[in-house]
């Protein structure tokens, strides 16, 4: 363990030994005062990588000179573009490149998993997942549940923290799969919760799923290009994520989507069939009979959102050249920079008392800590932002801070601190 000092010198000392800090010069940052801010909502939107605008560049040239022919005979050709994803969004997830495919948004993702996986009969209907999901996984749930004729109340099973407590006992979960065993259909949960940063132990929680009989999806908006994920080995059954939080893709960008190779020829699985889940070579025959891609591209409905593919690519480029350990390695480092920056500041005030409410167990957080600010947190949040600092503010009172391993570096932290300090010893 490093002994952390709250001093430039040793910030800067900690960026020489990245070995990944030329990274966050490929990236724009928004200004303040003409000076770079302090960027850590890359958990909210994350930054523009600057070779995006040629990149995009290069599709607008193709449109403009090659018209409809760019579908097979632009650089990249629009027909397969989404193929051209598949490598780097596998090793990002953990999953065979049979098992992942970039379309539609996250939420519309989502309820086409549930309108695959979950079919409730009158014995196994119950959905596991947690009391404060983000809320629009809980407006998929609640709809999906009354799609069926049922009524939320009688199907969701809420998970919460205990009294007192911020974040959720793993063994909870596991004590509640194992109370409703026979009526429980499906585990749905943030790989990492957006709130508090707390990153589930999915490969324990998929085990404990499937031994009494039910699926398990996660949502890993905020856990995708954030954590090490491996979907295929822990046996995880469905899982989506955006990509413009952690995966830098531009705001609304197209989302990602993972089916285990198990089910992709399970006939008792329901899909919405549109033209893009036909099979490559016989897609353009348009005929009446839908004949699946064998691999989760079946999946698909619409021909691909090639714009927003553009981005995205640049990205997971970025991502796959770095690699995930890597990033995970920066991250557990700086994000504990940042803890013990935050103690420390506001350990010297008696007044202002900041608690951490994500884990302290690096294993189970991010890089994102969320700090409950007793009182004066919309204070504390305005003075922030009025002085080039990006931090998320979150009702009733949660600032959540995300410093990102590919942009952020160990200064920006420090800054950070002398900042902070500033604003609570007002
Ligand atoms: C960001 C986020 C969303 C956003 O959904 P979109 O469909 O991309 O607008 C949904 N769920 C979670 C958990 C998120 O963090």
């Avoid at 899982?239 to 992709?264: E, M, Q, R």
């Avoid at 504990?336 to 409410?357: A, P, R, T």
């Amino acid at each position: 363990m490093i002994e952390f000092k709250n001093t430039l010198c040793f910030a800067k000392e900690l960026d020489k030994e990245d070995k990944i800090s030329h990274y966050k010069k490929l990236f724009h940052f928004p200004k303040h005062n003409n000076k770079n801010v302090l960027y850590f909502t890359g958990n909210s939107l994350g930054l523009q990588p600057k070779s995006v605008r040629n990149a995009m560049l290069q599709e607008l040239t193709d449109w403009a000179n090659l018209g409809e022919k760019g579908h097979f005979n632009a650089t990249n050709p629009w027909y397969f573009y989404h193929k051209f994803l598949k490598n780097q969004t596998a090793n990002l997830v953990g999953a065979n490149t049979s098992e992942v495919v970039c379309m539609n948004g996250l939420t519309v993702n989502l309820h086409l998993l549930f309108l695959s996986f979950y079919n409730p009969n009158k014995d196994k209907f119950k959905i596991l997942c947690e009391s404060k999901m983000f809320p629009s996984d809980r407006y998929v749930l609640e709809s999906q549940v009354r799609l069926h004729g049922l009524n939320p109340k009688d199907v969701l099973i809420e998970v919460c923290p205990r009294p007192g407590e911020f974040i959720i006992n793993e063994d909870d979960i596991l004590d509640l799969i194992e109370k409703n065993k026979n009526e429980l259909l499906l585990v749905f949960l943030e790989g990492v919760n957006y709130y508090t940063g707390q990153f589930f132990n999915l490969k324990d929680i998929s085990a404990a799923a499937h031994a009494v009989g039910a699926y398990v999806g996660y949502d890993l908006a905020h856990a995708v290009g954030n954590v090490e994920l491996q979907l295929h080995e822990w046996n995880v059954d469905f899982a989506a994520w955006c990509s413009y939080k952690y995966l830098n893709s531009g705001p609304g960008s197209v989302a990602g989507f993972f089916i285990n190779d198990t089910h992709h020829n399970n006939k008792d699985i329901f899909k919405l069939q549109g033209w893009w889940g036909n099979n490559e070579e016989t897609r353009f025959k348009m005929k009446n009979d839908f004949e699946g891609s064998d691999d989760v591209d079946a999946w698909q409905l619409s021909n691909a959102p090639i714009f927003s593919m553009v981005s995205h690519k640049v990205s997971l480029d970025i991502f796959d050249e770095v690699g995930i350990k890597q990033l995970c390695e920066k991250s557990k480092l700086l994000t504990s920079y940042l803890e013990f920056i935050i103690i420390q500041e506001s350990s010297q005030h008696e007044v202002c008392n900041l608690e951490i409410i994500t884990p302290a167990n690096k294993e189970r957080r991010g890089c994102q800590l969320s700090i409950l600010t007793k009182g004066a947190g919309k204070e504390l949040y305005d003075y922030l932002s009025q002085h080039g600092v990006f931090v998320d503010w979150r009702e009733p009172d949660v600032i959540r801070i995300a410093p990102v391993p590919l942009y952020n570096s160990f200064e920006d932290v420090f800054m950070f601190g002398q900042i902070l300090k500033k604003a609570i010893s007002m």
